[in-house]
């Protein structure tokens, strides 16, 4: 019991200082270049940034999922300390992934092959030149729904003129394709994508996506989504039932998750 509690308090460390380090790295504030530089580099590091900063969450609900395992008696030490294994070797490849895409941000700045980064943290992205563009993009029913959903990633960090949220600007549509699309994969980006947004008109299409949708990713990203939400009752009801029922252990991590959040 003792040597799985030093594993995991170590492995909780571990990912603290990951995390403390991407949040305290600062990207320098502005970068100039040339009219020709190459945007893809810094798009692709955006992305990558983002699935990190998922992965660490997911980590960190499989651990508090892991203490409760063992605190309750649920499961044997020697079960724990077994999973515990696989989540460290995540952990030092999530480390090896930031060290490449520091490096990589370094490369860009250096060379300026980046329009202008503006004080981003993980997380955070930056502005789109043209909001206009995936706005109307991202509303169009005929376009492609892999065109929608890039749009709509633009439009993430992104603020209009009066301090508005850009996704505000395409809130019903994206709903719409995350209820009714054929790839679950689909269906989970929308969900993945509204997060932090905090519009209480989220709350009931995430609610059923998170209690009856049919794919396990999709309900992962609703119950991550949902932690914006975690004071209201109908949501932290949702949440420990899937915490507790779920058949997946990854939603029922994230529901973990989730619910040990407070209120920003």
């Known amino acids: 019991m003792k040597g799985s509690a030093v ?3 170590a492995l909780v460390v571990a990912i603290g200082a990951v995390v403390l380090v991407l949040l305290r790295e600062p990207v320098p504030a502005a970068v100039a270049h040339d009219a020709t530089a190459d945007e893809s580099g810094i798009d692709d590091l955006d992305r990558r940034l983002v699935d ?3 992965d660490l ?3 960190a609900g499989e651990i508090a999922s892991l203490r409760e395992a063992r605190s309750s008696g649920r499961e044997p ?6 999973r515990a294994g696989p989540l460290e070797e995540r952990l030092e490849t999530l480390e090896k992934l ?4 520091r490096a990589a941000s370094q490369e860009l700045l250096s060379s300026g092959s980046a329009e202008t980064i503006t004080g981003r943290k993980l997380g955070v992205r930056r502005r789109e030149p043209d909001l206009d563009a995936s706005i109307r993009t991202a509303r169009d029913p005929a376009a492609a729904e892999s065109d929608r959903l890039e749009s709509f990633r633009r439009l993430r960090g992104s603020k209009l003129p009066g301090g508005t949220d850009a996704r505000l600007q395409v809130l019903a549509p994206m709903v719409e394709l995350g209820e009714t699309s054929y790839a679950s994969r689909h269906r989970a980006e929308v ?3 509204f997060s932090g947004l905090g519009d209480p008109s989220l709350v009931t299409p995430l609610l059923n996506a998170l209690r009856h949708d049919r794919s396990a990713r999709v309900r992962e990203e609703a119950a991550e989504t949902l932690g914006d939400y975690v004071d209201d009752p109908a949501v932290r009801e949702a949440l420990e039932f899937a915490a507790g029922n779920d058949e997946s252990y990854d939603v029922r991590a994230k529901a973990n998750a989730s ?3 407070k209120k920003r």
């Open 57 to 59: 969450a997911r980590l």
């Open 259 to 261: 619910l040990a959040r």
């Open 98 to 101: 930031v060290a490449k895409d």
């Open 191 to 193: 969900w993945r994508q």
């Open 52 to 54: 990190i900063e998922s």
């Open 7 to 9: 594993s995991l308090f």
């Open 77 to 82: 030490v020697s079960a724990v300390a077994s």
